[in-house]
């Protein structure tokens, strides 16, 4: 069984930046962020394959947010920067396989 923990949400002002950290136990996975933001659904941000080799991002964050990954700590993670209120949300870390999921960390963007 995998363990997610994530970690780094917190209250920025809009044009701010953060660093989300999702500290994983078990073997590497290819991994995603997803968040959902105040009544609504899921959606999907990235997604890294196994290695780190591999990156996707949607639309609403390319250009701005970047996901990465260190094995080596089996840590995946979400730099986020130029951040909008519109990025407000939960956002948490999965596994691409085996339906694995953190708890979720709160991200607020407001002046």
């Known amino acids: 069984e995998v363990q997610l923990v994530e970690s780094g949400g917190g209250l920025v002002q809009p044009g701010g930046s953060l660093r989300l950290s999702c500290a994983a136990s078990?073997?590497?996975?290819?991994m995603t962020w997803v968040r959902q933001a105040p009544g609504k659904g899921l959606e999907w941000i990235s997604s890294?394959?196994?290695?780190?080799?591999?990156?996707s991002y949607a639309d609403s964050v390319k250009g701005r947010f970047a996901i990465s990954r260190d094995n080596a700590k089996n840590t995946l993670y979400l730099q986020m920067n130029s951040l909008k209120p519109e990025d407000t949300a939960v956002y948490y870390c999965?596994?691409?396989?085996?339906?694995?999921w953190g708890q979720g960390t709160q991200v607020t963007v407001s002046s």
């Open positions: 078990g073997s590497a996975y290819a």
């Open positions: 890294i394959n196994s290695g780190g080799s591999s990156t």
């Open positions: 999965g596994t691409l396989t085996g339906g694995y």
